[in-house]
Structures are given as C-alpha cells and as structure tokens.
C-alpha cells in the first residue's frame, strides 16, 4: 500500500494516517513536515495529514510529536511512502544535565554563549535573530568537547531574513581545536510583517542567497556564472591540515552532466576551491573552522575575497537547478562558506526566478 496521492485545482497532494506503533490507534496534533521547507501540515482527530507534494529528489518527511520519538521517511520516490506512519513512544530521557549546569550559572552561560555563537554563526546580529528557548539546552563537556541536547525543539526568531525556525537538535559537538559537528531537522515558518518589512525580508533572503553556496552552484549548472564574478581551482591539504597546491581552473574546466531526473552532477577528483570575487571581507572574518572536520585556518587571496572548499568521498557533488546540494552527506565542506550556519539557513524550498542561458553539452 502506497499513500494517497491525489490531483486537485491545488496541485498534487500527499496524505497518510499517522499511528501508535503498539496500539495502532491514530495519532493527533503530530507536526509533519519536509526537512529544511516551509510545508508542514498538523494531524487531524483521525491520525491524517494533508502536505502538497514536494518537488525535490530525495526529500525527508519528519514526523515530530512530544510524546514519540522523532521519525524521517525518506522519499525516493513521492509516492512510495506508506499509508499509514507508525511512531514509537518516547522511552529513553535525554542524559542528565551536568550538576555544573545548576550548581555554577556562569559556567552554563559561558557554555550557552559559545553554542550560540557556533550554532547560529559568528557574525549574527543579535538584536535580529536569537534563540527564543534556550532553556531547553543541556550541556556537557567532557575532554574538550563540549556537547549539547535538546529538551524540545530549539525555536530560532530570525528579524533578518523574515523566518521563525524549528530546529530539532539531533547532535552538536564542539571540540577547543577548532572541529564543530552538528545536525537536525529544520523548519521554516515565514514571519508576517508590514509592507516594509516584508519587502526587507524579501532583500535580505535573496542578497544572503547570493552569497551562499546555493547561489554559485545554481549559476553554475545554468552556465549563468558572470565573468570575473568567480575563481576556481583545485587544492590539497597536507598533514596539518592545511589547503596547499593551489591550481587555478577555469570554470568551463568543470565537468557537469545533468542526470535523468533533472538534477546535475560536478565531477571533483581534488578539493574544489571556489573564491567569490564579488566580495570582501575583514580580517575578522579569516579564521574559520568547517562544519565538519578540523581544516584550520583557511587562506585568503591577496584582495581579501573569501574562499571555500569543497571535497567528496565520491568524487561528486550532485545539485538541483536551485543550486541545493542533494548528497551532503558525501560532501566536505570548509571556508567561507562553510561558516554560513543557522542564521544564515534559507530552506530549501526558497527559489528565485531563473532562466537557463543554455544547455548543457
């Protein structure tokens, strides 16, 4: 049996029943939403929701209720999932609080202001975008590690890009050399405003876009890449863990097939390094460690742009025309870009207009 999949004046849908794994019995008031979107929908009295059906490859369905244990479905295909959901009840508590925690407050709040700071990113602005409920935070440091969990789903009002956010925190390490881990399922919820202040929203989302990741690979594989906008090469990194044998490419060097389902594969054999020339940044900003392993300082060009880095388990990095990197999970990344962190999250189903200058040979 396969979900409801209907076509109505709305577009294509897609419904389920959601259930207790023991009793069966249906399920009511579970958040069910698309990871990193804006689309999520509430349980009825009969277990059902309603969600209009994503276009993105490989997307994940979240099944989030205070009394189950948080559930992702992932969707290969948008018609392969059940028509019923099962989610099993919450049994395990989350590990105490270090007494520390209670016992030495200013101990807790050191701890809170450097998670808030690798969380949300160092150059946040702070009267814009903070965490609602930081109370829900438990942490622990242990061999110099700091680690944190989550009561409840962390709540993060962003003034600036007009989002108030879901994040629902499944891991964060911070080591003192420099390595930070962290991952979890995200929601986005637009903020209201007046006329104004959605038009500054509407700015501030498409000039942060333009400065991510998102926005070059989109570029990209539309061949849309302005001349002089990028620089790229290709590097390696030594023992110690820093970028050397840098060399320059050209863009048009990049190999980019587009793959049956209408996404688009980028073919690295090295770590690709991509310098944005259409920005500057301050000396501040130089030092930044990756999200994902420890890379040390990365190193600037000698007008200060910023540069990043990219590597792959696989020798790939597979996009959608959006620019959305579809296999994270084989993908490094370091750099500029790698210290764009939750304040700076647009979800994945933000896309601006866009026209392809030409097909892909």
Not at 39 to 61: M, P, S, V, W, Y
């Amino acid at each position: 049996m396969i979900c409801s999949i209907s076509n109505t004046a709305y577009g294509q849908k897609v419904s389920a029943i959601v259930a207790d794994e023991e009793s069966r019995t249906p399920i009511t008031d579970v958040f069910v939403f698309y990871d990193n979107s804006s689309t999520g929908a509430i349980t009825d009295a009969n277990g059902k929701f309603e969600l209009t059906a994503t276009d993105f490859q490989n997307a994940a369905l979240v099944f989030s209720h205070l009394n189950y244990e948080l559930k992702t479905i992932l969707i290969e295909d948008r018609q392969s999932i059940p028509d019923t959901i099962f989610l099993t009840a919450t049994s395990a508590i989350l590990a105490e609080a270090v007494v520390v925690e209670k016992s030495k407050p200013r101990v807790r709040k050191r701890w809170l202001r450097r998670f808030t700071e690798e969380f949300l990113g160092e150059d946040y602005e702070e009267d814009l975008i903070k965490i609602v409920n930081p109370e829900v935070l438990l942490f622990a440091e242990e061999k110099n590690t700091l680690t944190a969990q989550s009561k409840e789903p962390l709540i993060i009002e962003n003034k600036f890009l007009g989002y108030q956010i879901q994040f629902f925190l499944e891991s964060f390490e911070s080591y003192n050399y420099g390595d930070l881990l962290y991952q979890g399922k995200v929601f986005f919820e637009k903020i209201e405003g007046s006329k104004k202040e959605m038009a500054r929203f509407k700015r501030n989302r498409f000039k942060t876009y333009q400065q991510t990741s998102r926005s070059f690979f989109a570029n990209l594989v539309q061949q849309k890449i302005e001349e002089g906008a990028y620089e790229i090469g290709f590097s390696i990194f030594n023992n110690n863990k820093e970028f050397i044998n840098y060399e320059p490419a050209s863009i048009d060097s990049l190999i980019v097939s587009e793959l049956d389902d209408g996404n688009y594969e980028i073919s690295i054999n090295q770590i690709l390094t991509v310098t944005n020339r259409q920005l500057k940044i301050g000396q501040a900003r130089q030092k930044v460690a990756g999200t994902t392993m420890g890379i040390g300082d990365f190193k600037q060009t000698t007008n200060n742009s910023p540069r990043s880095y990219f590597w792959s388990k696989y020798g790939r990095i597979v996009v959608n025309e959006y620019g959305t990197i579809l296999n994270a999970k084989e993908v490094e990344e370091a750099g500029y870009w790698a210290n764009f962190r939750v304040a700076n999250l647009l979800p994945l189903d933000y896309k601006i207009k866009t026209s392809r200058k030409r097909s892909l040979q």
